[in-house]
């Protein structure tokens, strides 16, 4: 496997004349997010006509930005596996926008049951060859690099086309590259919209039968994300979502004074001053959990028959379950509650249809 260490603008015109050839391309990075809420980019990785370029970011912003013309061109396809936080670092450090992208983990989720398969286990499933994973968690911001990394991150991506041609049959063959063209968009419109304020909630899971002041949470959860963004420190070191959860379920009488919550402790990065800001949150909800309705309680024989419902169509199709639904949309689409994700599109067509004609016919 020949490598090129790309590592000044100069040495970009090899890039450049390559991708110029030819309309699809193969995507990796390596970062460190440890320690920070920012991930600190290290490499991106990337495979053209199978010729491995490593580009070395660190410190090189320059050089990253080179790719935009790449990365922001329609016409090119961008080959990933398991693209979110690829996209999602890559967009923030160059401010561009990525369309036209092939998830070699969510082709592999439409013609087949497993869904979060890893990069090493779909290679040894689809190609019969073998990845090391060994410096998977080893320090990407030390330089020099060592060979063993700079081989790692080369693997990566160097069987990524090969993925990409045997998936893409697949899905062709089962009728499905439509379907998975449309995820394709649903997930780079979740990666856009997760990161605004109304949005940051949603990562918490929730137990639907749980009480709780769903504004209060709202609220706390964007503080958080505030909050670790300008300490730059990871969310989970500010507030855990069970503590998020627990003063979201608890009357504000329960609650006070604060400091016996010891938030304060139990979190690296909260500081004494931030009592007085979710203070501000919840007096601004006087009424705490007063005027809060208590959603539908979904009958547990419905569940049940969903699920065998979401099993039978999965197995039907060979397609994910997961993919399709998880029980937190099950429930959803039983309340009617926040159900689009069921109401809409591929799933809609494959699984939501089949809830609603049984509906009616009830």
Excluded at 166 to 179: P, T
Excluded at 248 to 261: D, F, G, I, M, V
């Amino acid at each position: 496997m020949k490598i090129n260490i790309i590592n000044s603008v100069e040495e970009f015109t090899l890039v450049k004349k390559n991708f110029l050839k030819f309309k699809k391309i193969c995507i990796d990075t390596e970062f460190m997010r440890e320690n920070t809420y920012y991930p600190i980019l290290s490499l991106v990785q990337l495979n053209i006509n199978n010729e491995i370029f490593i580009l070395d970011c660190y410190n090189n912003q320059n050089l990253l930005e080179k790719l935009t013309n790449i990365l922001s061109n329609n016409d090119i396809l961008k080959i990933f596996h398991d693209c979110e936080q690829d996209i999602e670092i890559l967009q923030s450090n160059l401010n561009i926008d990525i369309n036209n992208i092939f998830d070699t983990q969510i082709a592999n989720a439409f013609v087949s049951l497993e869904h979060h398969i890893s990069y090493k286990n779909l290679v040894k499933k689809l190609l019969d060859k073998d990845v090391k994973k060994d410096q998977q968690h080893s320090n990407w911001i030390k330089r020099p690099l060592t060979k063993k990394q700079i081989n790692y991150a080369g693997r990566d991506v160097i069987y990524l086309e090969e993925l990409f041609a045997k998936l893409y049959k697949l899905l062709v063959h089962d009728n499905k590259l439509n379907w998975f063209k449309e995820e394709m968009e649903n997930i780079l419109n979740h990666i856009n919209s997760k990161n605004k304020n109304e949005n940051f909630w949603k990562t918490i899971r929730l137990d639907q039968s749980n009480l709780l002041n769903l504004e209060i949470l709202k609220e706390l959860a964007t503080f958080r994300e505030n909050v670790a963004q300008n300490r730059n420190k990871p969310k989970s070191w500010i507030l855990k979502d069970k503590d998020i959860i627990f003063i979201s379920k608890k009357n504000k009488l329960e609650l006070y004074p604060l400091t016996q919550l010891n938030l304060h402790k139990n979190n690296k990065f909260f500081y004494l001053e931030d009592y007085e800001k979710i203070k501000i949150i919840i007096d601004k909800y006087s009424a705490f959990n007063n005027n809060h309705k208590k959603s539908k309680t979904t009958d547990l024989n419905d569940l049940n028959n969903l699920k065998k419902d979401l099993d039978h169509v999965s197995t039907d199709k060979n397609i994910s379950k997961s993919l399709i639904a998880n029980k937190r949309d099950l429930q959803n689409l039983l309340d009617n509650n926040d159900s689009k994700k069921l109401q809409n599109g591929w799933r809609y067509t494959m699984f939501g249809n089949k809830y609603t004609k049984r509906i009616n016919l009830n």
